[in-house]
């Protein structure tokens, strides 16, 4: 087994929760939740969603920090030290998953970059029409490659300073804020003519929605839960295995899932006030619609701009949290297994990214690609296969793992495991099913 001597720790409790939230807290937050909430019956999808997130993100957030914080190491190194027979290759779904997400992840992020100076300089066009070529033309080519190399450097500042110095000091200003400016962008959606009307539309509750759709609701909320807990990537394993005194890894789930969920919540407050003030369908979900749809609003309103130009600003510090997490687990990666120095690591990494992201930044089409390949396969099949695992064949070592910093677990020591072992399970297979089909 490799030497633990000299592997950095968090410094705080509250820097590994913060860190956590950051990951978690991204586009699922800002665009996703809302859009899918709104269409798939508003507050009785919310009800769902939530359902899932106790009862599915919990034990499953849970499983990746008991593996984490056992073994010390990144996802490969720790399914090695875990795993028995061909399970102990299993870390490597991890690093292909988080590689493909971040070569288009940072592409995203950049044109965020570019949308927070467009409010500023030129302003957004005010119809969907004119926002979509608008879009068009800045989402691809010379402008997409820029940003995201922008982006990508963002993240070797970060990332390369370390745990303590970079990601966590990051977390600790990047958290804060986008909690702060979500709020008050709440407030002041609640102003808007079209707010009341919005309400309705995002939280009354339709039953006759679920129970006539429910076979898309369901996979819709289950995937959403895995997508924005940020599960299924190893970074809840990698950020667990820089945890140094134990603690009480239930609490600290409960909390970090706490968090997402409220920023999940207060976006559908600003967004659908926005959207029909602006006298704007909200329209089709998706990772372009963000950047048209809701630009469009803000070209619409009065200080559209500057509003916006905040708004964007927001999206890319979630973005930029998050796409330090996925950066992590690979660089982690090349620390332990291959001894590389952190700061080459993380050089190489992010290099290595830029090249992957040139053919998503030159065009969409292969973006959305990537796209459907990561979220609707890979991320839900190492989610599958881990939790699989660990509940059948490591089971014992888990309960007790999370005993640590906890004392005796109660009724939660078995019924975590539990869930793991079947509803979580089902509920995988079921999308991951839904998801080749697709
Ligand atoms: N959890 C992030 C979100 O809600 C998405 C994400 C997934 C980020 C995986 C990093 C890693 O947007
Ligand atoms: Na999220």
């Not at 966590?168 to 709440?186: C, F, T």
């Amino acid at each position: 087994m490799p030497s633990e001597r000299g592997r950095e720790q968090w410094s705080t409790r509250i820097g590994f929760i913060l860190a956590a939230v950051g990951s978690a807290v991204g586009l699922g937050n800002v665009w996703r939740f809302p859009f899918v909430a709104g269409e798939a019956g508003g507050a009785g999808f919310v009800l769902i969603y939530l359902l899932f997130v106790a009862f599915v993100g919990l034990p499953a957030i849970l499983v990746e920090f008991v593996v984490g914080r056992r073994t010390r190491r990144n996802p490969v190194g720790a399914m090695h030290e875990i795993g028995r027979g061909i399970w102990k290759h299993l870390g490597w779904i991890f690093v292909v998953t988080t590689f493909v997400i971040m070569s288009y992840y940072s592409v995203v992020a950049g044109w965020t970059i570019r949308y927070a100076i467009l409010g500023l300089q030129d302003g957004y066009s005010d119809t969907p029409a004119a926002a979509g070529e608008q879009f068009a033309a800045l989402a691809q080519g010379v402008d997409a490659v820029g940003f995201h190399a922008l982006f990508l450097l963002a993240i070797v500042a970060i990332v390369g300073l370390g745990i303590r110095r970079g990601i966590e000091l990051a977390a600790k200003v990047m958290v804060p804020s986008i909690v702060a400016i979500v709020a008050a962008l709440a407030v002041w959606a609640a102003t808007l003519d079209g707010a009341g009307a919005a309400y309705g539309y995002y939280l009354s509750p339709d039953l006759g929605t679920i129970a006539a759709e429910w076979t898309t609701i369901l996979p819709a909320a289950a995937g959403q839960a895995f997508f924005t807990l940020s599960l299924g990537f190893g970074i809840m394993i990698t950020y667990a295995s820089y945890l140094g005194e134990e603690r009480n890894l239930a609490a600290d789930g409960v909390v970090i899932i706490a968090f997402d969920t409220a920023i999940a919540v207060a976006m559908g407050l600003i967004v659908f006030p926005i959207l029909f003030t602006a006298g704007i369908d909200p329209g089709e979900p998706g990772v372009g619609a963000i950047f048209i749809t809701l630009a469009a609003a803000f070209g619409e309103l009065a200080a559209g701009g500057l509003i916006g130009a905040i708004f964007f600003g927001t999206v890319v510090i979630a973005a930029l949290s998050s796409a330090i997490s996925l950066t992590e687990v690979v660089v982690s990666y090349a620390i332990d297994e291959r001894g590389m120095k952190r700061a080459r690591a993380t050089a190489l990494v992010c290099g290595a990214l830029f090249v992957l992201g040139l053919g998503p930044a030159y065009d969409t089409v292969l973006l959305e690609l990537y796209d459907e390949l990561a979220d609707g396969i890979l991320l839900v099949l190492s989610a599958l296969l881990l939790t699989a695992y660990v509940a059948w064949q490591w089971s014992e070592e888990a309960i007790e793992e999370l005993r640590r910093g906890i004392g005796r677990l109660g009724p939660l020591g078995t019924y975590w495991i539990w869930l793991a072992r079947g509803p979580v399970l089902v509920v995988l297979f079921v999308s991951l099913a839904l998801g080749v089909v697709e």
